[in-house]
């Protein structure tokens, strides 16, 4: 059966993607079945993994409102070797017009029952906004990996992101847990952010991954060419950490 992770936080441009995109490519090298969910009307995860969304007929919209199954929606990352659930614009209105529907933030929940047994990973890129969307990938999820950069804000935010994952598990999901704290676009050279990285571990132990991200251009890069950034550049910085956090990802897995 597949363990199924949220990554989210409701901060913009923090590495949702970025670390979603290269998690399942790097899980996706080490022989992990991976199914990687865009949840995200902007298809940033879509468009990293070298699917085009513009020509999408069909998306995670289709599967979300009832339009479509999972199965015939999913395409292959044509460069990552993992399963898309592709997302483009048309998941934008799919939020009102869930409203209507029983159950609506269980809809992926209930799509991802029916392909759980063919994947080890599913990861959900979830958009910037605790919204309907949010919830529908917090109330799938056995886990919530938190990607943050380690600035003064950072710890503000995620009280809120706590605070939403606590009501969640209360009343919609008792699975669901923190899986860990992600340190990403990481600059070791500005004092503030080994500060707030020490905070981190002090305040949150060991949910913090050991892997840590910098910041590196390469990462930033890879997406124009369709490509995940452990692919696009084995060798640099950025895709060697993710290597790395991969490798940690399953090992804790097998704690859970
Ligand atoms: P959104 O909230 O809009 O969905 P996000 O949280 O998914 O954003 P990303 O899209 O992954 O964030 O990253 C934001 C920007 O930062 C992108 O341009 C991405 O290429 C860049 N970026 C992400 N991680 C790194 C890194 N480690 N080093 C350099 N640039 C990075
Ligand atoms: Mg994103």
Not at 56 to 70: C, N
Not at 73 to 97: Q, T
Not at 136 to 151: D, R
């Amino acid at each position: 059966m597949a363990r199924i992770f949220c990554v989210a936080n409701q901060k913009g441009g923090v590495g949702k993607t970025t670390t979603c995109v290269n998690l399942a490519a790097a899980l996706a090298a080490r022989k992990q079945r991976v199914l990687l969910v865009d949840l995200d009307p902007q298809g940033n995860a879509t468009g990293g993994s070298g699917v085009d969304k513009r020509a999408l007929t069909r998306s995670v919209y289709h599967v979300l409102v009832g339009l479509a199954d999972l199965a015939a929606v999913r395409v292959r990352s044509p460069s990552g070797n993992y399963d898309v659930l592709p997302a483009n614009r048309d998941l934008a209105g799919a939020e009102v017009e869930m409203v209507e529907i029983d159950d609506r933030e269980k809809r992926l929940k209930k799509a991802l029952a029916g392909v759980a047994d063919e994947y080890d990973f599913v990861l959900i890129d979830c958009p910037p906004s605790l919204s309907l969307l949010t919830l529908n990938g917090l109330c799938s999820a056995h886990g919530v990996i938190i990607p943050m950069q380690c600035e003064y804000y950072a710890l503000e935010g995620l009280s809120d992101l706590v605070n939403t994952i606590k009501k969640v598990h209360a009343n919609l999901n008792r699975d669901l847990k923190i899986i860990g704290l992600l340190r990403v676009m990481f600059d070791p050279r500005m004092t503030l952010q080994q500060q707030v990285s020490a905070q981190l571990e002090d305040h949150f132990g060991d949910k913090v991954f050991k892997a840590v991200v910098p910041r590196n251009v390469r990462l930033a890069e890879a997406p124009s060419h369709g490509l995940p950034g452990v692919i696009y550049d084995a060798s640099a910085k950025g895709a060697q950490a993710y290597v790395a956090f991969a490798k940690e990802m399953i090992q804790r897995v097998k704690t859970l």
